[in-house]
Each structure stands twice: as C-alpha cells, then as structure tokens.
C-alpha cells in the first residue's frame, strides 16, 4: 500500500495530521504564496491527485491561512 492511502487512516491522530499540514504549508510557502503575490492573488488554483484528493480538507484549511483560492482538486483527472 502506498504511504498515502495508509496515513489516510491515521489523520485524525495529531502527530500525523500536524506532519501532512505543515507539509502543505510549506509548499505553498514556497511555490504558491510567490506566484499568488505576483499576480494579485486573482487567480485560483487547482490541485491533481491522490495526495491532494486525500487530503482535501486539510489542504484547503491551510490555502485559506495563506489567501489561496482552491478552484478544485481532482483525484483521477483521466476519468473526469
């Protein structure tokens, strides 16, 4: 089984849930926050995958601290 899908079951406890946002925050840290800065934060983004799929509550809980519109998150985009 793939790490993401066997977090999946550990995300309400803390340690876990505390790991994977501030892995999100980091990378809006340093990919997103730059990009929404230059262009006037007008533009909304959309993530693709299974991480973000998964993890969608706590994904948009940290792009909300940082300003950041999520569009959608698509899981499997071939089947959409």
Known sequence: RSVVMHSAWYVEEDFIKNMIKEGFRLFMD????????????????????????????ILREVAKEKNINISSVIKEPIYN
């Open 30 to 57: 340093i990919y997103l926050v730059t990009i929404s800065q230059k262009y006037g934060g007008k533009h909304p983004v959309y993530f693709v995958g299974s991480v973000a799929a998964n993890y969608q509550d």
